[in-house]
C-alpha cells in the first residue's frame, strides 16, 4: 500500500487519481487516528492500494497543532494495517513540518531517503538528517535510515558525479548502489497515471527502479530470484 502524506498529492496523481475526487484521504486518519476502509482505493491492475491524499491535508499542520499526541498520529491510524499488506509506504512532502514527523514515526521499518543529483539537494538533505536526530532523540530512538536513493543520475554531468561522490561520503555504507538516471519516460509515466514499471517496464528507469527493489529485498534477507 501506498500512503500519500504530501498535500500537493503528487502520489495519488501518479496512479492516476484526481485528489479533487478523493473523499476521505490520510487528512481523515491524521485527524481521526484510523484508517476508515472507504479511503483506500484499489487498483486491480497494479495489485496497489492506496490510501490518497487530498487538498485537505494542508490545513492537518494548524489542526494538529494543540491535539495531543500528533506526531504519532499516522502511527496508531496505520497499526490496524499491519497484517494487511506486505508493505506499507509513506510518500512524505519535501518539508519538514509535523505531517512529515508523522510519516517518520510511522516509518516502523526505517527510511529511504530520495536525492536528486543536484546541489540543492544535498542542502535539504543535511536538513532531513538534523530532522531524523531530533526524531530519534526525542520521540522514536528506533527510527533508523534504511538507506540513501540518489536520483535523476545525469551521467554526461560533473555535478552529477560530485553529488554522488559526496553523499557517499557522508553516508558510508548506507547509499544504494543502484542510482536511477534522468529519463524521459519516467518523466512521462505520472501524465499516464502508471508507475514506470507498468508504463515503460524495459525502460533504463524502470530497470533501475526494480534492480533497487532487489537490493532493498535483498537486504531484508528476500531472496529476489
Do not use: W
Not at 7 to 13: D, K, L, R, V
Not at 18 to 41: C, F, H, M, W
Not at 187 to 216: D, M, R, T
Request: aromatic share 6%; with cysteine.
Amino acid at each position: 500500500m501506498i500512503v500519500d502524506l504530501d498535500p500537493q498529492a503528487n502520489a495519488t496523481s501518479s496512479l492516476g487519481v484526481d485528489k479533487r475526487t478523493v473523499q476521505t484521504s490520510t487528512y481523515d486518519a491524521l485527524l481521526n487516528g484510523e484508517v476508515p476502509a472507504s479511503s483506500i482505493l484499489f487498483n486491480e491492475r497494479l495489485k496497489l492500494s492506496l490510501l490518497p491524499s487530498s487538498p485537505a491535508l494542508a490545513g492537518a499542520e494548524v489542526e494538529l497543532v494543540d491535539e495531543d499526541g500528533r506526531e504519532f498520529r499516522l502511527k496508531t491510524a496505520l497499526e490496524s494495517l499491519d497484517k494487511k499488506y506486505d508493505y506499507i509506504l509513506i510518500d512524505c512532502a519535501p518539508s519538514l513540518g509535523i505531517l512529515t514527523v508523522n510519516g517518520l514515526i510511522a516509518a516502523r521499518d526505517g527510511v529511504l531517503v530520495p536525492v536528486q543529483c543536484e546541489y540543492l539537494a544535498l542542502e535539504g538533505l543535511g536538513q532531513l538528517t538534523q530532522t531524523i536526530e531530533r526524531v530519534q532523540s526525542a520521540l522514536f530512538p528506533n527510527l533508523k535510515v534504511r538507506g540513501v536513493v540518489l536520483t535523476m543520475y545525469d551521467p554526461r554531468t560533473n555535478l552529477s558525479t560530485d553529488v554522488v561522490n559526496e553523499v557517499n561520503n557522508h553516508f558510508p555504507g548506507q547509499v544504494f548502489k543502484s542510482i536511477v538516471p534522468r529519463s524521459i519516460r519516467l518523466a512521462e509515466a505520472p501524465s499516464y497515471g502508471l508507475p514506470i514499471s507498468a508504463y515503460s517496464p524495459s525502460s533504463v528507469g524502470a530497470k533501475a527502479y526494480e534492480s533497487l527493489a532487489k537490493e532493498l529485498l535483498k537486504g531484508d534477507g528476500i531472496s529476489t530470484k
